[in-house]
């Protein structure tokens, strides 16, 4: 009888120890990893190659054929003829409060100035470190100063050259945004 009690103990202390060593005091460290792939997955930048792609790119834009929800399908196309087209029958329909001044000034610093520079001059960040080849548009040259609104926001919607489209990215009054403050605050010199 004392043998089984024993026995009994001995197990029960055996599970005890079992469980506490099973336990992970660590709460930084997750253990074993089964799926490498899935713990240390590659990360690709919005502006590198991407081989799993076919175009190699990792910024991708819509699919074609499909229509975002809160998005009215843009009636213009990337070519010459279609941005003096929207030059000439897009007008903004913001007013340039300080609010929209603002916004659009974040806005530009997050999908614009990255290229374009901080002050417009096409000095950005992937042009001067030469992470991108070709030189951006300067926005503060006359040419883009002459540009009518509607012209900017078609080039911002559908991309021009090598510059991507930032339709996909951008509702549309947040790219009369960025517009208002290119047209009101880049070119107030």
């Known amino acids: 009888m004392m043998n089984l009690k024993n026995r009994n103990f001995l ?6 120890a079992l469980v506490f060593t099973a336990c992970d005091h660590e709460r930084n460290n997750p253990g074993w990893q089964y799926f490498d792939d899935m713990v240390t ?5 919005s502006y590198t190659p991407n081989p799993n792609f076919k175009d190699g790119k990792t910024m991708q ?3 074609e054929g499909t229509i975002p929800r809160d998005r009215m399908p843009y009636p213009y196309e990337k070519t010459d003829e279609d941005r003096l087209l929207a030059g000439q029958n897009l ?3 913001l007013n ?4 929209i001044m603002a916004r659009g000034g974040e806005l530009y610093g ?3 100035a990255s290229c374009h520079g901080d002050m417009g001059d096409g000095q950005g960040q992937l042009f001067t470190r030469k992470k ?3 030189p951006p548009a300067d ?5 883009v100063r002459n540009n009518p609104e509607g012209e900017i926001y078609h080039v911002i919607s559908v991309g021009w050259g090598v510059m991507g489209e930032h339709g996909s990215m951008l509702l549309p009054n947040d790219r009369w945004k960025i517009v208002s403050y290119i047209k009101n605050e880049l070119h107030k010199n």
């Not at 340039?96 to 609010?99: D, G, K, Q, R």
């Open 11 to 16: 197990l029960a202390l055996a599970l005890i």
């Open 41 to 45: 997955s590659p990360a690709y930048e």
């Open 139 to 143: 926005l503060l040259s006359d040419k």
């Open 110 to 112: 997050i999908y614009c």
């Open 61 to 63: 834009g819509t699919i």
């Open 96 to 99: 340039p409060t300080p609010e």
């Open 91 to 93: 007008e903004n329909p």
């Open 132 to 134: 991108y080849p070709y």
